[in-house]
């Protein structure tokens, strides 16, 4: 059985450094033992590649409540030689692993200075924040697994955030399965 592999799905097409441990096994009737996990791809994507091409809703930028808050708790942080806090991913940068709760959105925070209508979509504390500062959107997740534009998100914001954080990168899975389809292939017609 071939052992366990890292690896990382910005290495197969996606801004995102979210290293997961790959795990191929095969029936021992098989004999299936020089098994080779994929090679990383040769196309590197940028945070730029995925972000939304119109303006995003104002329901997606940080209050300047929020901002604040973010602020002082990473100065608390720092303070403390912790490296928590929220982080501005740059456009031509690679996201952190996007994972579901704790500081799962504000790790990957992005600057979007197209914005001209700054009035609140729900209640919020503050005002929208004017530096251009936002949560990446539903879609934008969806990117950074590697989903098509094409898959339909037709749940809330909030569940479609804890639908992608848990899942796994589309074109790491599927350069694994071709494969593993390879390697059964060429078993199956000796």
Do not use: C
């Not at 791809?41 to 995925?50: F, H, M, P, Q």
């Not at 997606?60 to 973010?70: F, K, R």
């Not at 005002?127 to 879609?139: A, D, F, H, L």
């Amino acid at each position: 059985m071939p052992e366990p592999q890292i690896m990382n799905t910005r290495n197969f097409g996606v801004p995102q450094n979210r290293e997961r441990i790959f795990i191929v096994g095969f029936r021992e009737d098989l004999n299936i033992n020089d098994f080779k996990y994929p090679t990383p791809s040769e196309k590197k994507v940028t945070l730029k590649d995925i972000k939304e091409k119109k303006v995003v809703s104002t329901r997606y930028y940080l209050s300047t409540q929020y901002l604040s808050t973010l602020v002082k708790h990473k100065a608390r942080h720092e303070s403390k030689g912790n490296g928590f806090g929220y982080e501005i991913i740059p456009d031509n940068g690679t996201s952190n692993a996007i994972v579901v709760g704790g500081m799962g959105k504000e790790r990957n925070l992005v600057i979007d200075k197209r914005l001209k209508d700054f009035t609140p979509e729900t209640k919020i504390k503050g005002e929208v924040n004017q530096e251009g500062i936002r949560k990446m959107t539903p879609r934008e997740w969806a990117r950074l697994q590697g989903f098509p534009d094409e898959f339909r998100i037709e749940v809330a914001d909030a569940s479609a955030y804890k639908q992608f954080g848990n899942s796994v990168a589309v074109p790491a899975i599927q350069a694994t399965a071709e494969v593993i389809i390879d390697k059964l292939w060429k078993h199956l017609n000796k």
